[in-house]
């Protein structure tokens, strides 16, 4: 099962990323060129996961795909080219807390990848805290990318500044730590939990990445 063939079966994505190509021509042709764009901006940032998977034959959840997509739609177009931000107090709140339980679950992806699978190669807390290292640089990098939006097209991602940026940088800790903690119980064999499930998932599409763990396991059974 590939990427594309995910995306496809979506029609909500379809229509998510159709709407934003229509609201980038229609920008372009009134002269709107902010609002053309952010929904440019928006749609490619949008179908950058799809493309990305693809291009490294990985394949992704639906879950994960439809996550990712409403989030950089709520994110990037709603919150800036519709001022949801100021509108709606919550929405900045809402979001940075969503991507950084999702910076966290592709963290512990990551760090389990790099582990090729091998549950046996380190403490599962071990893991666990590298996952969430990585979580918080993920975070890092997007605060850097709202200060080179907001210097580069004044679009005021940052909002009140510092006070913005520690917030996101605390709301990313705590989101960053359920995603390495959901990766923790992984380990230790509960796949009953809602964000242990997606990581099963992710890891049942993609065998040949954690394929360590369960040759080794194989080989003792076979003993």
Not at 98 to 114: D, N, W, Y
């Amino acid at each position: 099962m590939n990427p594309p063939k995910l995306f496809h079966q979506s029609p909500i994505i379809t229509i998510l990323w159709a709407l934003l190509l229509v609201a980038a021509i229609t920008a372009l042709a009134l002269g709107r060129w902010p609002l053309s764009f952010v929904a440019l901006a928006t749609l490619g940032l949008a179908m950058a996961p799809a493309l990305l998977a693809s291009r490294f034959d990985i394949a992704l959840p639906m879950p994960f795909l439809f996550a990712t997509t409403l989030f950089i739609f709520a994110s990037v177009f709603m919150g800036e080219a519709f001022d949801f931000y100021e509108r709606v107090w919550w929405w900045d709140l809402a979001l940075h807390g969503t991507s950084a339980v999702g910076f966290g679950l592709i963290g512990f992806l990551f760090v389990f990848m790099l582990f090729e699978g091998d549950r046996f190669a380190a403490p599962p807390s071990a893991i666990a805290f590298i996952a969430f290292c990585v979580a918080i640089t993920i975070g890092v990098f997007w605060e850097v990318l709202e200060y080179l939006m907001d210097l580069s097209f004044g679009l005021g991602m940052q909002k009140s500044g510092l006070d913005d940026t520690m917030t996101d940088l605390m709301i990313d800790g705590v989101g960053g730590g359920i995603g390495a903690i959901s990766g923790y119980i992984y380990l230790i064999g509960h796949n009953d939990r809602i964000f242990t499930r997606l990581i099963h998932e992710f890891i049942a599409l993609n065998k040949r990445f954690y394929q360590k763990s369960r040759n080794r396991l194989r080989k003792g059974g076979d003993e």
